[in-house]
């Protein structure tokens, strides 16, 4: 049951699908591969307390008439079984793809850092807890507060109030400065301003944070610094997210180059590796605007339509300029690194506190001793706070990349196909 | 809409719903007991953390990046 394919895409967001869209007016065979039951990545994520906007819709409707398009949902990449094959499992059984040409549009995810009480159950992540809500989470009548920084904030903020939450406080820790600033500029970028136009809500304050979790068995409270004074609110739900870092594993993995933080792609979107591309957040953040244009110029240049991609290069200049001031105005404020205590838990699967990992010198030092980032998740959530607090370059990849079952990694031992 | 079981309890959930929300329609949204016993429940909602792991029909499964399907057996680590 092993496959062939001309392009393989990782990652069927607004990229991904952008990007699969672009290559198949060639005609070459495309293989689309998400780890989510449906498509639509992050900003897209359907269900059933989602409502997806009429673009979306129509992209996946666009998509699902190219025959020459093979989507495999619920599926993920554990690990390189053989030059230009990857070894897949999905809720029923593993297997490999050969590819010629490979897209990762593999988008970002949430940068978690350790604070008192962050374990206790009722603490999310701020996008964390959108996507719950769209998957179906009850959120009516519970009080809310959301922390962190960034516009994820907001959307996050309007999708639980639609679904009947109070939401109370959203804390920014940005200053009024840098917001207004953003806001100020959001007029270049019209349908962006729209947007955050309408998610504006009077319960947000700049310049405020989360130092607390509070409760016991589950959360019951929070306690804020908000513009210099510390006050508490007793809430159901913290959902709290600190602003969103490109997935690079996979790509670093492959053997594609990192450049601050993110995947080191040219104008083509071509990384450091022949035939091997990468677009939307995993090469930086900046938007769905932006991973859509991207993922286009990626496809048309991954099947050689050289001048599609071309003309494509000033819309994404334009995004590009989104991102930076974006980037620019939600640069997170060294007091967040002082957050966790000694005891509060920094790796989360193997329960390891931050006392345990203060005075180590790098990560593999810290993680011999620990075991901090030996767990299930595989320091993906302690390796990017601990290169945020300590500046610690987190771990290379290894595979097996996601937890996988034995049958599937008995695969690796088949021959790869021809 | 699917009818599964939670922990043995029949729950019956609308359509698309995942297993990290059917945790919270069903009980008390926790998934797991955490090394030094801690009850923890999803996290990032989007597949990275594996707080949300749980057993579906009998394999560790992300209770976030799974739709409950008619008949599945759910069951949360106490
Ligand atoms: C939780 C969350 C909520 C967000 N909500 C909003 C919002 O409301 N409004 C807004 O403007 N922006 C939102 N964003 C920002 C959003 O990420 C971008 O605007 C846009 O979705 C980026 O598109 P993308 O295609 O680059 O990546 P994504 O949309 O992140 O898509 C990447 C896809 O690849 C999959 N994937 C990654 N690695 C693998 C692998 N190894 N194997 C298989 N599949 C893999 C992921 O599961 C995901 O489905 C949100 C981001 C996050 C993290
Ligand atoms: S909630 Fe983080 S992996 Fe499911």
């Known amino acids: 049951m092993n496959e062939a394919t001309d392009l393989l895409i990782i990652g069927a967001g607004p990229a991904g699908m952008a990007a699969a869209l672009a290559a198949a007016s060639s005609g070459v065979h495309i293989v689309l591969l998400d780890d989510n039951p449906l498509p639509g990545g992050q900003i897209w994520r359907d269900g059933p307390q989602a409502s997806l906007p009429s673009a979306a819709r129509h992209l996946r409707d666009q998509l699902r008439n190219c025959a020459n398009v093979r989507c495999h949902a619920g599926t993920r990449v554990i690990a390189c079984a053989a030059d230009k094959t990857l070894l897949v499992e999905d809720a029923e059984r593993g297997w490999q793809i050969r590819y010629e040409r490979l897209i990762l549009c593999t988008g970002a995810r949430e940068l978690l850092l350790p604070f008192p009480g962050w374990t206790l159950p009722g603490v999310t992540g701020a996008g964390g807890l959108q996507a719950l809500i769209k998957g179906g989470l009850p959120v009516r009548g519970e009080r809310l507060v959301i922390a962190g920084s960034g516009p994820l904030l907001l959307a996050s903020a309007a999708t639980a109030k639609h679904q009947g939450a109070q939401v109370l406080r959203i804390a920014e820790q940005a200053r009024f400065g840098a917001v207004a600033g953003f806001a100020g500029q959001l007029p270049r970028w019209p349908g962006k301003f729209f947007q955050s136009f309408s998610l504006f809500d009077s319960h947000y304050r700049t310049n405020t944070h989360v130092v607390e979790a509070l409760g016991r068995e589950r959360l019951e409270g929070v306690r804020l610094q908000q513009q210099g004074q510390t006050i508490e609110l007793a809430c159901d739900r913290l959902a709290c997210g600190f602003g969103l870092i490109p997935n690079t594993q996979l790509g670093q993995a492959l053997g594609c180059a990192v450049e601050g933080q993110a995947l080191a792609v040219d104008a083509w979107q071509a990384t450091t590796r022949h035939d091997h591309y990468a677009a939307g957040e995993c090469t930086g953040f900046g938007g769905s605007e932006l991973a859509l244009v991207e993922g286009a110029i990626a496809g048309h240049a991954a099947v050689g339509n050289s001048a599609a991609a071309q003309q494509l290069w000033l819309r994404r200049a334009r995004w590009q300029g989104f991102a930076r001031a974006l980037n620019t105005a939600f640069a997170l404020d060294p007091r967040l690194k002082s957050l966790a205590r000694g005891d509060t838990l920094v790796c989360r699967c193997e329960d390891v506190p931050y006392g345990e990992l203060v005075g180590h010198e790098n990560w593999r030092e810290a993680k011999l001793a620990s075991r901090c980032g030996m767990g299930a998740c595989q320091g993906r959530v302690c390796g990017a706070a601990l290169e945020h607090l300590f500046g610690w370059t987190p771990p290379a990849p290894r595979p097996p990349f996601s937890p996988a079952r034995i049958e599937t990694l008995l695969e690796l031992e088949e021959t790869p196909p021809s | ?78």
């Open chain 2, 1 to 78: 809409m699917p009818e599964m079981f939670l922990d043995g309890r029949p729950l019956s959930v609308a359509n698309g719903t995942s297993v990290a929300a059917a945790l919270a329609l069903g009980a008390d949204g926790c998934s797991r007991t955490s090394v030094s016993g801690q009850r923890r429940a999803p996290l990032c909602g989007m597949g990275t953390c594996q707080e949300c792991r749980v057993l579906i029909d009998g394999r560790r499964r992300l209770a976030c990046q799974t739709l409950c399907l008619d008949g599945m057996q759910v069951q949360t680590r106490p």
